[in-house]
């Protein structure tokens, strides 16, 4: 069976998305519960307010729907006709630069987590944008060749975006995977005895009548039947995990699927209850998944393109679990403020997981045939799956940069010396500055509304402003939705929409203002009297 098989990728994306949801259940008393005070899950809280805001009707509610509003038609401005580019970016010296999307939903992500993380999480972006890209060009500046993994362009005539692309994202996932690896580290003690709660049923039978109802998990039996089953399917049945045949070593990558999807769905679960699930670098834990299985098959000697094939799907794989992991644990965030049945969500996630995830193989496939070039042509150049075949390529031909890696690794270790939170920054250092500009500035806009304020005047403040920022989320996602559906209905066409013919200092004063418009809502609306 060919990798490109329409039929292997709706089975292995329909299915294994269930290991997400699975490897949540027994970490959500933990990650969920007892970690309530200290992970907000932004969109679950989100959710939450909403919720109560539309059982309570009336002007309560009224926030939400503004927010839905003012998001839909700033997405439509900014990628639907595109009057406005899609952020203000200022240029410094050596390639410096600093730079804030103009997204409403990042800035209602910023309002919704705070001052404190969207700091922390800028502060790492502005250290790849204004020390590290700025070391990289002025080090590489006198280079007569290309550093790999660049191949073709010498540093000095690369832009920032490229030095970014091609070097930082390296740094990047060191960071992110230092940042993972401490996390966990810490968390073992809890998450020990959240398995021993498990183990328990299994040996005692516990009765789940006993267990107060907003308490009650799907079984730790249900869930190790169905991973053992899952990973079954991926040894026994040959074509899953790439090319290989050999049970033996596809019984070896589903063990590293097995350990790796643990890890990364705790380390995922954490950074979205961190910084969101539109912050979560997915990308990241994948690549470091690519290289610690990579590294185990070089080991092995398994070094050829099937060996290379199989370490990509074991990076699948596990790229999937984590994705819907961050999901899931909004939703069981949702829940538990709610009081719902665990037990009765987790159902739910596994019924709909199947369904949404099968969908999104469709889309995928859909676009891959309509459009020119298909996935990795001009239109669809899907820079990151480039960016896992150069990890997987340079660890089993031994090529690797492993310097940039191990920057990111002292990175995170340094943070964490001095009390950083570490995943936040590491997060702020592998993603974009514009992406973390706006979460800075909207997690800024509730500083200022909330300081030297009466606690029930800063409580006010803070939540109708959550919920606006939530319809600021919402809205932007739906509004997404709809221009992906146009495209797709276009076959592929690209939105040109209706670009100003102005030049680049004004069209930069244009999106400063849009940015600025979306924080006076933020601002307006939070500071309403509800009664006004």
């Known amino acids: 069976m060919e990798l490109t098989d329409n039929n292997w990728i709706l089975s292995v994306g329909t299915f294994l998305p269930l290991l997400g949801v699975l490897a949540m259940i027994p970490l959500r008393s933990y990650l969920i519960k007892r970690e309530h005070g200290r992970l907000p899950y932004p969109e679950g809280m989100a959710c939450a307010e909403v919720l109560v805001a539309a059982e309570g009707g009336g002007r309560q509610a009224t926030p939400v729907f503004l927010g839905i509003g003012a998001g839909m038609l700033f997405k439509l401005i900014t990628d639907g006709f595109k009057f406005v580019q899609g952020k203000f970016e200022l240029v410094l010296g050596y390639k410096a630069g600093v730079a804030a999307s103009v997204s409403p939903a990042l800035i209602g992500v910023g309002y919704i987590l705070g001052i404190r993380i969207a700091t922390v999480m800028v502060a790492g972006g502005a250290l790849s944008a204004l020390i590290i890209i700025p070391a990289i060009n002025l080090w590489g500046a006198g280079l007569t060749e290309p550093l790999f993994p660049e191949t073709e362009k010498l540093i000095r005539d690369m832009s920032a975006h490229e030095i970014w692309n091609r070097y930082v994202r390296y740094i990047g996932a060191g960071a992110v995977a230092t940042g993972g690896i401490i996390t966990l580290i810490r968390s073992i003690p809890t998450m020990i005895e959240s398995f021993k709660l498990g183990l328990g049923q299994l040996t005692k039978g516990i009765d789940q009548s006993s267990v107060q109802r907003a308490d009650r998990d799907l079984s730790f039996k249900t869930v190790i039947v169905w991973v053992l089953a899952i990973l079954a399917v991926l040894t026994l049945v040959p074509g899953i995990l790439g090319y290989i045949d050999v049970i033996p070593v596809r019984a070896a990558a589903s063990l590293m699927i097995a350990v790796f999807a643990f890890f990364f769905v705790t380390v995922s679960s954490r950074i979205v209850g961190l910084v969101g699930v539109t912050s979560n670098p997915t990308s990241g834990m994948t690549i470091a998944t690519l290289l610690g299985t990579s590294l185990l098959f070089l080991l092995f000697g398994w070094t050829d ?228």
């Open 305 to 532: 393109l099937a060996g290379k094939a199989t370490a990509l799907m074991v990076g699948t794989v596990v790229c999937i679990a984590a994705s819907i992991a961050g999901d899931t644990s909004q939703d069981l965030k949702t829940g538990y403020v709610l009081g719902a049945t665990p037990r009765l969500q987790q159902m739910g996630e596994l019924i709909g997981v199947i369904t949404s995830a099968g969908v999104v193989c469709l889309v995928v496939m859909m676009l891959d045939a309509n459009v020119e070039g298909g996935l990795g042509g001009s239109e669809l150049p899907a820079p990151q799956a480039v960016l896992m075949k150069l990890v997987i390529d340079g660890v089993l031909d031994q090529n690797l940069p492993w310097g940039f890696i191990g920057v990111g690794v002292a990175i995170g270790l340094v943070a964490s010396m001095f009390k950083i939170p570490v995943l936040a920054f590491a997060v702020g250092v592998y993603l974009p500055l514009s992406t973390m500009g706006a979460v800075f500035l909207g997690g800024l806009m509730r500083y200022l509304l909330t300081r030297n304020q009466t606690p029930e005047v800063a409580e006010q403040r803070r939540e109708r402003g959550v919920l606006f920022g939530s319809g600021l989320v919402g809205g932007g996602g739906l509004t997404g939705v709809v221009l992906a559906v146009w495209v797709g209905i276009r076959g592929g066409v690209r939105i040109e929409g209706f670009p100003p013919d102005v030049g680049h200092w004004v069209q930069m004063v244009f999106a400063a203002v849009t940015i600025l418009l979306i924080l006076g809502c933020v601002a307006y609306v939070a500071t309403r009297r509800p009664n006004s």
